[in-house]
């Protein structure tokens, strides 16, 4: 089992920045990408930005968060974090960290609790 603990939410004003952060622990063995979802009251949950393990390091982000947010890791600890720069009030949700696990060909899926980014003024 992958334990997943989020933590920087918070609320910011329009423009702001914050920082999230994702410490993986337990069975992190084969853990193949990383990354982080959003869901806003009344919505689906939908993709924020992910980040491949590996020496090759692959990123990905969704269209709408492009440009102003930043995903990278420190594997050392196990960690991945979310840097979220000229925050805007569409950002506000819950945001949950995903880690996706593959080991002798089965894959397993993993989410944190959750932390809540409110945008406001």
């Known amino acids: 089992q992958v334990q997943l603990v989020e933590s920087g939410g918070g609320l910011v004003r329009p423009g702001g920045s914050l920082r999230l952060s994702c410490a993986a622990s337990g069975s992190t063995f084969g853990i193949y990408t990383m990354g982080w979802y959003r869901q806003a009251p009344g919505k689906q949950r939908e993709l924020v930005a992910t980040i491949t393990s590996g020496s090759a390091v692959n990123t990905d982000y969704a269209d709408s968060v492009e440009r102003r947010f930043t995903i990278y890791r420190d594997n050392a600890k196990n960690t991945v974090y979310l840097q979220m720069n000229s925050l805007k009030p569409e950002d506000t949700a819950v945001y949950y960290c995903?880690?996706?696990?593959?080991?002798?060909?089965?894959?397993?899926?993993?989410w944190g609790q959750g932390t809540q980014v409110t945008v406001s003024s």
């Open positions: 995903n880690a996706l696990r593959r080991v002798m060909g089965v894959r397993s899926d993993y």
